[in-house]
């Protein structure tokens, strides 16, 4: 059966690493908008932050499914997939500071023992870290949907799986996430070479797609 096979696991074991990975980095990015609020308004800015990258997984989870079967499209995806990995490689240069500004806000603990929980952010109101979660879910769910479906190919409960999973860690255990990838670096970079791995197979695969229409409109 597919679900045993080989190919369906290791699919799945990929799409198990994106998701530790995409869910932490996305939890950084959350606790580093509310850590600029009073602590009494953190918790709200972190559920709407929850709210809107489940909503937005499931949303670009039922497009990028069918985009993905359109001739092109795979290739595009993978290129893009491609700018993802840059750009997740320069936010895991974030500075330490900024990291653990982020990871205290979500865990409203203080881990740098300056007896203040995310205190050096910069100030700001609700409205406006709402606003800058909202804008950066956009992105990280595509991202995270793209990844996860690259990694998952024509295994369809790998991705159902991928996106329960993908919610799950971003509702309840994004502060542990973001707090084991602040303390372990090398599990952000290996999750980092999985997606660059799944970006370029998906580049080669859309590629061999698109060549013979390409052959064919030169001949």
Not at 35 to 50: E, F, T, W, Y
Not at 79 to 97: G, H
Not at 101 to 121: C, F, I, P, Q, R
Request: charged fraction near 15%.
């Amino acid at each position: 059966m597919d679900i045993f096979s080989a190919a369906s696991l290791s699919a799945l074991l990929q799409v198990i690493a994106i998701d530790l990975v995409l869910a932490g980095d996305n939890a950084i990015v959350i606790g580093l908008a509310a850590a600029g609020l009073p602590s009494d308004q953190r918790k709200n800015a972190i559920l709407i932050g929850v709210i809107a990258a489940t909503v937005l997984r499931i949303l670009f989870a039922a497009v990028t499914v069918k985009l993905l079967a359109i001739v092109g499209l795979l290739l595009a995806g993978g290129i893009l997939l491609l700018w993802v990995c840059w750009k997740m490689y320069r936010e895991l240069r974030t500075s330490q500071a900024d990291e653990e500004e982020a990871t205290e806000a979500l865990s409203n603990s203080d881990l740098s023992g300056d007896n203040v929980v995310a205190g050096k952010a910069p100030r700001k109101t609700l409205g406006q870290a709402a606003l800058q979660i909202v804008i950066a879910d956009v992105s990280m769910s595509l991202d995270n949907v793209l990844a996860v479906a690259g990694a998952a190919r024509d295994h369809f409960w790998v991705l159902i799986i991928g996106l329960v999973l993908s919610i799950g860690l971003m509702g309840l255990a994004a502060s542990f996430i973001a707090r084991l990838l602040h303390r372990y670096r090398w599990i952000a970079y290996v999750g980092l070479l999985i997606i660059l791995y799944v970006a370029l197979d998906m580049v080669y695969r859309g590629a061999m797609e698109v060549w013979p229409h390409v052959n064919n409109a030169v001949s």
